[in-house]
């Protein structure tokens, strides 16, 4: 009874860390699970006048992880507003720890590079609204997020 009281403990204590939970046998399949906050951006309103406008709007993408993964990717569709206005991803900027700076989303952006276990990715933004006049409203879009596999040896 008393070595199984202490397996139980040891067990306890080492399930936090994701390399042994993978260690502790094969009824632990890998797993990686991602959520964003807030669940609607809202960009603010741009000033006609200014070339690059730094959105209020921040999401915190929360990555939880008992394995290696590879990066982390974010793209982003056009921007439609009900009358018709298009905001093409080209003008829509992101910045996060990874990409040292804002990055046009005119193609998939890095947000994240290969890690193991759970971390949190806070993300800006910024839009390019230089000799272009975008109406005032709401836009639709969708923003993706794909989490690669490791890197094979």
């Known amino acids: 009874m008393k070595r199984l ?8 204590a080492l399930y936090g860390s994701p390399k042994v939970v993978h260690a ?7 797993y990686v699970s991602i959520s964003v906050t807030p ?6 309103t741009l000033p006609f006048a200014s070339d690059f406008y730094e959105s209020p709007g921040t999401l915190v993408l929360e990555v939880k ?14 921007l439609v507003h009900t009358s018709g206005c298009r905001i093409p991803p080209d003008r829509i900027y992101i910045s996060t720890p990874a990409t040292n700076g804002f990055v046009s989303m005119a193609k998939p952006v890095v947000i994240s590079d290969p890690t193991e276990g759970s971390h949190n ?10 000799f272009q006049i975008f109406h005032a409203g709401r836009y639709s879009g969708t923003l993706t997020f794909m989490v690669m ?5």
Not at 121 to 130: A, S, T, Y
Not at 149 to 153: E, G, K, L
Request: charged share 10%.
């Open 39 to 44: 669940k609607i951006l809202n960009l603010g």
């Open 24 to 30: 502790l046998g094969p009824d632990v399949p890998p």
């Open 149 to 153: 596999p490791p890197a094979q040896p």
């Open 65 to 78: 992880s008992n394995c290696m993964h590879g990066h982390i990717t974010a793209s982003i569709t056009e």
């Open 5 to 12: 009281i202490v397996i139980l403990i040891l067990a306890a």
């Open 121 to 130: 990715i806070k993300m800006d933004f910024q839009v390019c609204n230089k």
